[in-house]
């Protein structure tokens, strides 16, 4: 359990940990893998959200799946990225997350995922929080945790 100190501290940064849906690239999930190849080379992230028509988050994909999906038996095949969808493709066991946040469970969360899909109450993706806004905020925490608290030795 997080301690309350610790918790209020984490929670007086909460609103900055959000990044919004409209900023957040994306691919639909009845894209080509060669729509999303090129939107991943652009934007330059390893992994993107996957949407439906209708916004709701589906899951993940990472440039190394659309590779992966180009890798054949005598060598690289690019032309086989135009004939499969990313919802062919995608990674669907994706932990979620909908506020209001409860910081213990993202911490867990952060140690294998390097962000978090955020989601209201019907699935429609309202952006991301990632490890590196909740450092942050830890960073935050090291470093003014005695401004705001007496710390004692037990």
Do not use: W
Not at 43 to 53: G, N, R, S, T
Not at 65 to 87: A, F, N, S, Y
Request: glycine letters at 4%; charged letters at 25%.
């Amino acid at each position: 359990m997080i301690s309350k100190a610790v918790l209020q501290l984490l929670n007086q940064r909460k609103e900055k940990f959000l990044i919004p849906a409209e900023i957040v690239a994306n691919v639909q999930e009845n894209n080509s893998l060669e729509h999303a190849f090129l939107v991943l080379s652009k934007v330059k992230y390893a992994k993107i959200p996957v949407l439906d028509q209708d916004q709701h988050f589906k899951g993940l994909l990472s440039l190394a799946m659309i590779t992966e999906t180009m890798l054949g038996l005598t060598g690289i095949d690019p032309t086989r990225l135009g004939r499969i969808q990313v919802k062919d493709v995608m990674q669907t066991d994706v932990p979620t997350i909908c506020p209001p946040y409860d910081m213990e469970e993202i911490l867990h969360l952060l140690v294998d995922q390097t962000f978090l899909a955020v989601v209201d109450e019907n699935g429609v993706f309202t952006g991301i929080l990632t490890r590196r806004e909740v450092m942050k905020a830890v960073n935050y925490l090291a470093h003014d945790l005695e401004k705001e608290y007496t710390v004692e030795k037990k």
